[in-house]
């Protein structure tokens, strides 16, 4: 019955921004480690942002200073804010969400998928 939703996603050029949001059904967003993590065609899944229970944050060197990860308690939805887009950047974006205690930074750790967002950044 969990269901994470993204949305949010789209075409930008360089430095532009763009906010994505995952909302959560059947889930609480505020009870587990929630993350962000983008794949690009022919990459590998990678890390973008981590916050535990706590809301303490980690950022992938690749995008800190330039994202932002939050929650909405309220609304039960994680979302990320992107500025300073990079044509790197370019990738299908998932949140996740880790269902046990503890946090993490590894994709594989992670329980909960979104069925991701794309973002396409243009130079």
């Known amino acids: 019955q969990v269901q994470l939703v993204e949305s949010g996603g789209g075409s930008v050029q360089a430095g532009g921004s763009l906010r994505l949001s995952c909302a959560a059904s059947?889930?609480?967003?505020?009870?587990?480690?929630m993350g962000w993590f983008r794949q690009a065609p022919g990459k590998e899944r990678e890390w973008v942002a981590v916050?535990?229970?706590?809301?303490?944050?980690n950022y992938a060197d690749s995008v800190k200073g330039r994202f932002t990860i939050d929650r909405d308690n309220a609304k039960n939805t994680l979302s990320l804010q992107m500025n300073s887009l990079k044509p790197e950047d370019t990738a299908e974006y998932y949140c996740?969400?880790?269902?046990?205690?503890?946090?993490?930074?590894?994709?594989?750790?992670?329980?909960?998928w979104g069925q991701g967002t794309q973002v396409t950044v243009s130079s």
């Open positions: 059947g889930y609480t967003v505020s009870r587990y480690c």
């Open positions: 916050m535990d229970t706590y809301g303490n944050t």
């Open positions: 996740a969400g880790r269902d046990i205690r503890g946090c993490s930074r590894q994709w594989t750790d992670f329980h909960s």
